[in-house]
């Protein structure tokens, strides 16, 4: 994978600062650039991407989507997947952003810490990683966007995962679905961009080639490995830690590899 050599480790701070914006005419690195919006507890396949990825975009300024990934995620309990959802202000707040909504109380967490605890206490590695759960949850949380970046944030501290991270909040991003992703390359000066599967459904990969951006996709396989029991795929990656550890980064890191897209490569400026 080709990295940028202006950023490596640097402050997230220090980079906005210096990051061409929308109006710059070229690419100035070869950089792979993945994006998503901040969701709850995110699966394996998240993490996966983000390793991929050289920088990686929170799309915190994106409209909400009650019942999805950004307010709820499962965990396993008795060989089943359960989802553990946040409560979000609803009335009067149609059309807000993720970063725009507000948490409903904090009940949630004491539910959501129990039910962790009855269903992982008895896996080999819930005592290291459940008081990092733990504490952060039980923090001051206002708005869903800032506890879902930091909860994402902890997984990868704790997965060994060093892709600096950038905020749409801080870009002034233009158009929506790939306009929206072409803006975000010429901000960061991305020359590559990496989407999973799910985005089939609205990116256009010759509208990316045109605009000088090469376009991959994420394949990835989920692993299958020793949870206690029957095996239950798509759980928030807290299973895997949970049942793990530390051998949950290189899980991580295996499972998922990049392909070229269908929309030609793109020609950057000299």
């Known amino acids: 994978m080709m990295k940028a050599r202006w950023y490596e480790r640097k402050s997230l701070s220090s980079l906005s600062t210096r990051l061409p914006r929308q109006s710059a005419p070229c690419y100035l690195y070869q950089m792979i650039l993945s994006a998503h919006q901040p969701v709850y507890w995110p699966g394996i396949i998240l993490l996966n991407k983000i390793a991929l990825s050289d920088q990686f975009l929170f799309l915190g ?5 009650l019942h999805s990934w950004q ?3 499962r965990i396993r309990v008795r060989d089943a997947p359960l989802f553990l959802s946040v409560p979000i202000r609803k009335a009067g707040r149609f059309g807000q952003s993720i970063d725009d909504a507000e948490i409903d109380g904090d009940l949630w967490k004491r539910k959501h810490l129990e039910t962790i605890r009855q269903n992982y206490s008895k896996r080999p590695f819930f005592s290291h990683y459940y008081p990092k759960v733990e504490a952060l949850l039980q923090c001051d949380w206002l ?3 800032d506890l879902n970046r930091a909860l994402i944030r902890l997984l990868l501290d704790l997965l060994e995962i060093t892709t ?3 905020e749409s909040r801080d870009l002034d991003l233009q158009g929506h679905k790939t306009e929206m992703l072409i803006s975000a390359c010429r901000a960061v000066g991305a020359d590559r961009y990496v989407s999973n599967q799910g985005a089939r459904a609205y990116l256009d990969e010759a509208l990316m080639a045109a605009a000088g951006v090469r376009h991959y996709w994420q394949v990835f396989e989920h692993p299958v490995y020793d949870q206690g029991g029957p095996f239950v795929p798509d759980l928030s990656v807290l299973d895997l830690l949970f049942n793990h550890g530390p051998a949950s980064a290189a899980i991580v890191r295996s499972c998922g590899r990049l392909e070229e897209g ?3 490569r793109g020609e950057p400026c000299p």
């Open 61 to 65: 300024h994106v409209q909400l989507t």
């Open 71 to 73: 307010v709820r995620n």
């Open 143 to 145: 708005r869903l966007g």
């Open 164 to 166: 600096p991270i950038i």
């Open 262 to 264: 269908q929309g030609g």
